[in-house]
């Protein structure tokens, strides 16, 4: 099976950088992708990495080391919408349609 | 513009009954997936399909069912035979596999 560990909270301030980590075990890799949820909010798609390496997308970031079976998003200049839950996600295997999902990392931003 | 539509957004229903949450997409997306989220769980899949009149079961697809019969549409069915049914119902359809799903709103179904 597949596993993905987050940390449940993570707090930050205002203006600063938070990096929010993601360690996964998987049989076989297929790529490492991200979403956002507000609370009460439908998940949003962030960012993809299938490969090592960093993705850049504005003030979000998402980096990958799949030798390390490890990624995290990296999140600059920090505003108040960014409070949310941050999810990684893997899928299931090859071609496959299924994403499992970690239980997601709610950032707090605080002034 | 083009999104998925899930109704309705809360849900409320006496144990042992039935119930139907509806799931509809404009963005010709082949693949439509239901997930479920409690609190402090994450999103754990119910059902997929893949294509119209296909659908496969995802890890917890007990006491659920599903149809499709049209690309559109993708409704979930929660019988009386699921446990603990309060939650969080998210629909989702991608165009490729694994990447870049699009949710829906959600439903909050209770269970009284």
């Known amino acids: 099976g597949q596993s993905l560990e987050q940390p449940s909270e993570v707090t930050a301030v205002e203006g600063a950088i938070v990096q929010i980590n993601c360690t996964y075990q998987?049989?076989?890799?297929?790529?490492l992708s991200w979403y956002q949820q507000h609370d009460g909010g439908a998940p949003t798609f962030l960012s993809y990495n299938a490969l090592d390496g960093l993705e850049e997308t504005g003030r979000f970031s998402s980096f990958l080391s799949r030798s390390d079976s490890y990624g995290y998003l990296l999140l600059q200049e920090l505003q108040m919408k960014d409070s949310a839950s941050y999810f990684c996600?893997?899928?299931?295997?090859?071609?496959?349609?299924?994403?499992?999902f970690g239980k997601g990392t709610k950032l707090s931003v605080i002034p | 513009d083009g999104g998925i539509t899930q109704s309705p957004k809360y849900l409320f229903r006496k144990e042992g009954q039935n119930v139907t949450l509806s799931c509809e997409q404009n963005l010709n997306h082949d693949a439509m997936y239901w997930y479920r989220q409690d609190p402090g769980q994450g999103l754990r899949l119910i059902y997929y399909?893949?294509?119209?009149?296909?659908?496969q079961k995802g890890d917890i697809a007990e006491g659920y069912s599903v149809s499709r019969e049209k690309k559109e549409s993708f409704p979930l069915t929660v019988t009386s035979a699921q446990k603990n049914p309060t939650a969080f119902y998210l629909c989702?359809?991608?165009?490729?596999?694994?990447?870049?799903?699009?949710f829906g709103s959600g439903t909050r179904l209770t269970v009284v």
């Open positions: 399909s893949q294509i119209v009149n296909d659908f």
């Open positions: 989702a359809s991608s165009i490729r596999e694994g990447y870049g799903y699009t």
């Open positions: 996600a893997l899928p299931s295997g090859a071609g496959s349609y299924q994403l499992t």
């Open positions: 998987t049989s076989g890799f297929y790529g």
